[in-house]
């Protein structure tokens, strides 16, 4: 073999899984495409189950030391609440520029031992025993053999693709927008979040440090157009006022990134694996952007794929466990999104229900987005 593992993408999935890996003495390369990571408008918050995962594939120090930016509240109107106090994992959340983080975590992947091909390209993949994976780096091509292929490159994989998974998806109905912005009038030490189901929209903003913030807005995909480019800077901000955000947020404050829209339900790849390809992060799983759980969702696929493969030598048996056991933990978070969505942003449910579920949210006391690591 030429190497043990070669992971496609060397964004958040594929550099902590590299660098969990190559500790283990795994003889690991990542496979990056872009020379650069750029912004895209992608999650910045990390829940604390995402956190508590962190800090068990010992990658929490790393970004609180580089990039990361800890927030421990969560306001929402008429309430706050502490999230160090009402999590089991007692902590708040972990939020970071999204191109940072990436940067930070490739580099402590080839500091712990992992190989790196960057600008590379995969051409092809072919499962199999062993798998095969065919790259272009710098005109020249090579195919490489390893006991596992993994696919970490993002919710459009083209591993996924070339490997031949099944992929199923639900439907598109609500758009999120986001934008990064400097100098907002909001506490740097507090995600604020506003739903509004009369209006069915979410608008939340979350500080990232060094005085940014990334803001999105959520809204029926039927109801408005998309919003895309610096023409549609104020029409962002209107519909997030319109939402329930607080003008004063917004004024003064200076749009210093990229505004994009997307749909982007939840989809998956049933059984993640398959003849030496494995999925994870969005490539296996990607949730749905408006509940904040892609990030923690993509470690805990990490974690759990570490732990299989060190438990024992044979990685067929233990990577097709993972599959079994990824499907159960995300069919679980699939529920749980489908039934926050009805609850919070159909138009179809009582407003009175909602509400009183919306306060007890936001207080902690009863539904706790914190427990998800529990699922």
Same mark, same amino acid.
């Given at each position: 073999?030429?190497?043990?593992?070669?992971?496609?993408?060397?964004?958040l999935?594929?550099?902590?899984?590299?660098t969990?890996?190559?500790?283990?003495?795994?003889? #690991?390369?990542?496979?990056?495409?872009?020379?650069?990571?750029?912004?895209?408008?992608?999650?910045?918050?990390?829940?604390?189950?995402?956190?508590?995962?962190?800090?068990?594939?010992?990658?929490?120090?790393?970004?609180?030391?580089?990039?990361?930016?800890?927030?421990?509240?969560? #306001?929402?109107?008429?309430?706050?609440?502490?999230?160090? +106090?009402?999590?089991?994992?007692?902590?708040?959340?972990?939020?970071? $520029?999204?191109? +940072?983080?990436?940067?930070?975590l490739?580099?402590?992947?080839?500091?712990?031992?992992?190989?790196?091909l960057?600008p590379?390209?995969?051409?092809?993949v072919?499962?199999?025993?062993?798998?095969?994976?065919? !790259? *272009?780096?710098?005109?020249?091509?090579?195919?490489?053999?390893?006991?596992?292929?993994?696919?970490?490159?993002?919710?459009?994989?083209r591993?996924?693709?070339?490997? @031949?998974?099944?992929? +199923?998806?639900?439907?598109?109905?609500?758009?999120?927008?986001?934008?990064?912005?400097?100098?907002?009038?909001?506490?740097?030490?507090?995600?604020?979040?506003?739903?509004?189901?009369?209006?069915?929209?979410?608008?939340?903003?979350?500080? !990232?440090?060094?005085?940014?913030?990334?803001?999105?807005?959520? $809204?029926?995909?039927?109801?408005?157009p998309?919003?895309?480019?610096?023409?549609?800077?104020?029409?962002?901000?209107?519909?997030?006022?319109a939402?329930?955000?607080?003008?004063?947020?917004?004024?003064?404050?200076?749009?210093?990134?990229?505004?994009?829209?997307?749909?982007?339900?939840?989809?998956?790849?049933p059984?993640?694996?398959?003849?030496?390809?494995?999925?994870?992060?969005?490539?296996?799983?990607?949730?749905?952007?408006?509940? @904040?759980?892609?990030?923690?969702?993509?470690?805990?696929?990490?974690?759990?794929?570490?732990?299989?493969?060190?438990?024992?030598?044979?990685?067929?048996s233990?990577?097709?466990?993972y599959a079994?056991?990824?499907?159960?933990?995300?069919g679980?978070?699939? *529920?749980?999104?489908?039934?926050?969505?009805?609850?919070?942003?159909?138009?179809?449910?009582?407003?009175?229900?909602?509400?009183?579920?919306?306060?007890?949210?936001? !207080?902690?006391? @009863?539904?706790?987005?914190?427990?998800?690591?529990?699922?």
């Open positions: 073999m030429d190497f043990d593992l070669v992971i496609v993408g060397g964004g999935a594929g550099s902590a899984f590299a969990a890996m190559a500790r283990t003495g795994a003889r #690991t390369l990542i496979v990056e495409r872009e020379p650069v990571f750029r912004d895209r408008v992608r999650g910045e918050g990390m829940l604390p189950w995402g956190v508590a995962e962190a800090r068990e594939l010992g990658i929490y120090d790393r970004l609180l030391a580089d990039c990361a930016h800890q927030t421990r509240w969560l #306001t929402m109107p008429d309430s706050n609440r502490d999230l160090v +106090e009402t999590t089991p994992a007692r902590t708040g959340l972990l939020d970071f $520029y999204h191109p +940072e983080m990436q940067q930070c490739l580099d402590l992947a080839v500091e712990s031992g992992a190989e790196l960057r590379a390209e995969v051409l092809e072919v499962p199999g025993d062993p798998p095969t994976i065919t !790259i *272009r780096m710098d005109g020249t091509t090579r195919q490489l053999t390893c006991r596992l292929v993994v696919g970490a490159d993002g919710r459009n994989s591993v996924r693709t070339q490997a @031949g998974f099944t992929v +199923e998806r639900d439907q598109d109905w609500i758009t999120i927008a986001g934008a990064l912005y400097r100098d907002l009038r909001v506490p740097d030490d507090a995600v604020q979040m506003v739903v509004n189901p009369i209006d069915q929209g979410l608008s939340i903003v979350f500080p !990232i440090g060094g005085g940014r913030f990334r803001a999105y807005v959520a $809204y029926l995909a039927a109801a408005h998309s919003l895309a480019g610096a023409r549609d800077v104020g029409r962002f901000v209107d519909m997030s006022v939402v329930g955000a607080a003008a004063d947020w917004f004024r003064g404050g200076e749009c210093i990134g990229p505004l994009a829209s997307f749909n982007a339900p939840d989809c998956w790849a059984r993640p694996y398959r003849s030496g390809v494995v999925l994870i992060g969005d490539a296996a799983a990607a949730s749905d952007p408006v509940w @904040g759980s892609g990030l923690s969702l993509t470690l805990r696929d990490v974690r759990v794929l570490r732990d299989r493969l060190v438990a024992s030598p044979d990685w067929r233990q990577t097709d466990a079994e056991e990824h499907d159960r933990y995300f679980a978070l699939h *529920r749980i999104h489908a039934m926050w969505s009805q609850l919070f942003l159909s138009p179809s449910f009582p407003l009175s229900v909602t509400a009183k579920l919306l306060k007890r949210l936001a !207080i902690g006391s @009863g539904l706790r987005p914190g427990r998800s690591h529990v699922i």
